[in-house]
């Protein structure tokens, strides 16, 4: 595959392989995706040796296997018993390696795994078992094939246009999405979305008129073991087709989304299934006629299931009407409102998604209810890549600890499951790739692209771990780049979050882009978020005694630790309790002194980050290094913009000054 010019490599680059020059190579089975591996091999200028092993067989031969072969081939045993679909055992014995697969993906997975292996200096003396958590680990994206007019072609994307639509149709050359497609594998996402959850006129035809080019984008995803989903829009039958209704309950409806998903599954057999959100900020759904989530969801759920396929509907449902003066509702009790009666009403092949938070992929935010409550739902987590909330691909933020932090939350206590096993129904995330030459804007944001796949893969991995991994991959071995990068990434979430909105009260960012501060910027909208702020304090008063009632969503234990002053960590303060500027955190620190105190380190902070960025010039690429400073810059000066509207807003508001007497406006 030959790089598009204006197109730097992700990691994986060529020379990562090179290892694997003239290293014998067994490659056994006859599933497609092992032709991926054959290739693979070939271009790294591995020998391939067939199928057989013998007397003759090289010392130092990579034995790709199926796991029922691995006794047979190996002289000791392996932890293949009852491997699961998609995994694999990685052994080695002196020279030799082998991978034991469970199926084709599995020996896809294995393949990579064995690369990062090689690029991280781990040997497996003692044979390794890996299987994936969740069975499906799935990136949606926003695109749009026609630009919209206010929101770009990519809705939320930081990285240019999208990779897969240009001039209002798929594009040419697709060489591109094919490459993207291998990273992907690389890190164990099996599922792709390509089209954006707000479905338009022009994307919904991607379902009927338009079939064909779901169709070449499945053919380039499938040698990879990607599955194509589509983002539909629930008004299809009336926008599309001849009837005059979408009324779930109506069998015209049932009728006309059976044939339609026949259809494309008669093209696309493989294909993964739907993402719906309806009912949500303007797009349609089943409430028009009466009927709720459950009867929409299952509706499209029966018309995928004799194809295997699922209906993922997101349950980011909330009021964008809402008047500010009316101080009863609240937008974070929402989703559970709405889903919670509806638990155990769905079909199987309904994946309900619900956002990591209640509001929305904010810098913190509590976990989302919904998440523990619907025991009888299969759910499924969404993250976001694209750094919608977190500095838009122009501030360099690391988002594994907080995706580590939300997976690892036990929400029944601490002796409870964590959220990984609570969510039974596979992780979305937001994808943040464009057409951008450095795939997403910040070259450093493709770090978050890499942990959001091995995270999905195995919640209990090391942020930081995965970072260096992320880095072998990428710079190859230079501890200056490693140690460099890991000083500029490992506590950027912290630091993004200390200059940015204090204690979880969230938002504050500027209507409509949502970058850069803008603290009244939603105090009086219909959105739903506020933070209240007046002379005397901040925070929305979210518990049951005196508030909305929020925090009685949770079980009982993170009830509890929410509801009351003394138990409620401090990052989350303000999110659940309305308190004065003078109360005191469990850190000491008064309120308003904390603000001030987070704002100018964390922009003294950002402010250090050029300098580090610098100093790894001759180590990276130049243009690479270029783009890099670049953002760097822009990140040091927001976050001085940042530091200077939150202090002199609260200053104003408060007249309490900064115990340090720095400076305010
Ligand atoms: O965060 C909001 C974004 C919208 C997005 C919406 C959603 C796709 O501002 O742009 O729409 O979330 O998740 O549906």
Redesign the pocket.
């Known amino acids: 595959m030959t790089a598009d010019p204006r197109e730097h490599p992700m990691w994986l680059p060529p020379h990562a392989l090179q290892f694997l020059r003239g290293r014998p190579v067994v490659i056994r089975g006859a599933d497609p995706l092992l032709e991926t591996i054959r290739s693979e091999a070939a271009d790294a200028g591995a020998v391939d040796r067939g199928e057989r092993v013998d007397a003759g067989t090289p010392a130092s031969t990579l034995l790709i296997v199926p796991a029922a072969d691995a006794e047979e081939v190996w002289p000791r045993p392996l932890p293949v018993a009852g491997l699961r679909a998609e995994g694999f055992v990685i052994a080695q014995d002196g020279d030799r390696t082998i991978i034991a697969y469970a199926d084709g993906r599995g020996a896809l997975y294995g393949w990579f795994q064995m690369i990062r292996d090689h690029a991280g200096g781990e040997r497996r003396s003692t044979p390794a078992r890996f299987e994936p958590q969740q069975a499906l680990r799935v990136l949606d994206h ?1 695109d749009n094939i026609s630009a919209h007019p206010v ?1 770009g072609q990519v ?2 994307g930081y990285a240019g246009g999208s990779i897969f639509y240009a001039d209002g149709s798929v594009r040419r050359d697709l060489g591109r999405v094919a490459r993207y497609a291998r990273l992907l594998a690389s890190i164990g996402v099996n599922a792709v979305t390509i089209n ?3 479905v338009g006129r022009r994307e919904a035809q991607l379902l009927t008129d338009d079939l064909g080019t779901v169709e070449l984008l499945a053919g380039i995803f499938r040698p990879w073991g990607i599955r194509v989903h589509l983002s539909v829009n629930f008004a299809s039958p009336l926008d599309l087709g001849d009837l005059d209704t979408s009324d779930p309950l109506d069998e015209r409806v049932a009728q006309w989304w059976s044939a339609a998903t026949a259809q494309a599954f008669a093209r696309i057999p493989d294909l993964g299934g739907y993402l719906v ?1 309806a009912d ?2 303007g ?1 349609p759904g089943p409430h028009a006629y009466g009927r709720d989530h459950a009867d929409g969801a299952n509706m499209l759920a029966r018309a995928l299931e004799p194809h295997g396929g699922v209906v993922r509907w ?1 349950a ?1 449902v909330y009021n964008h009407r809402q008047d500010w003066r009316d101080r009863s509702t609240d937008r974070a009790r929402a989703a559970y409102d709405t889903f919670m009666p509806l638990d155990g009403r769905f079909d199987d092949n309904v994946l309900l998604q619900v ?1 990591y938070g209640p509001i ?2 904010q810098t913190r935010e509590p976990l989302s209810p919904v998440i523990a409550a619907m025991k009888h739902t299969r759910i499924a987590l ?1 993250l ?1 890549v694209t750094q ?2 977190t500095g838009q691909q122009r501030h360099a933020v690391y988002l594994a600890p907080q995706w580590s932090e939300i997976l690892g939350g036990r929400p029944f206590g601490d002796g409870g499951p964590p959220v990984s096993e609570l969510v039974r129904g596979g992780i979305a995330a ?1 994808s943040n790739v464009g057409d951008d030459a450095y795939w997403t804007g910040h070259p450093l944001a493709q770090s978050n692209l890499y942990a959001y796949g091995r995270l999905a893969w195995d919640a209990t991995l090391d942020a930081r771990a995965v970072l260096s991994e992320w880095m072998a991959l990428t710079f190859g071995d230079d501890e200056a780049v490693n140690d460099g990068i890991h000083s500029i990434l490992d506590d950027s979430w912290a630091t993004y979050e200390s200059y940015t909105a204090p204690l979880g009260v969230g938002f504050m960012v500027t209507p409509g882009s ?1 970058y850069g501060p803008s603290v009244d910027g939603y105090e009086y909208s219909p959105w739903g978020t506020y933070h209240f702020a007046d002379r005397n304090g901040i925070g929305v008063d979210r518990t049951v005694a005196t508030g909305t009632g929020y925090t009685g969503q949770y079980p009982q234990e993170w009830a509890a630790m929410f509801e009351s002053l003394e138990s409620v960590p401090d990052e989350l303060l303000l999110f659940f309790h309305h308190v004065p500027y003078t109360h005191r955190l469990h850190n000491g620190a008064t309120v308003i002194q904390h603000i001030y105190d987070t704002h100018f380190r964390g922009a003294e902070q950002a402010a250090e980050l050029p300098a580090r960025w610098d100093a790894l010039r001759d180590h990276i690429d130049e243009d690479v290094w270029m783009r890099g400073a670049e953002r760097f810059a822009e990140q040091a000066r927001s976050a001085g913009e940042w530091r200077d509207q939150i202090n002199t807003y609260f200053w104003r508001a408060s007249g309490i000054p900064d115990e340090h007497g720095r400076t305010l406006y």
Do not use: G, I, L, T
């Open positions: 926003w929101m809705e939320r954006n959850v707000n959100k949500s900020e797009q997101r980011f956002k929305d992929f969404e976001q919608e909330y937001v949502h």
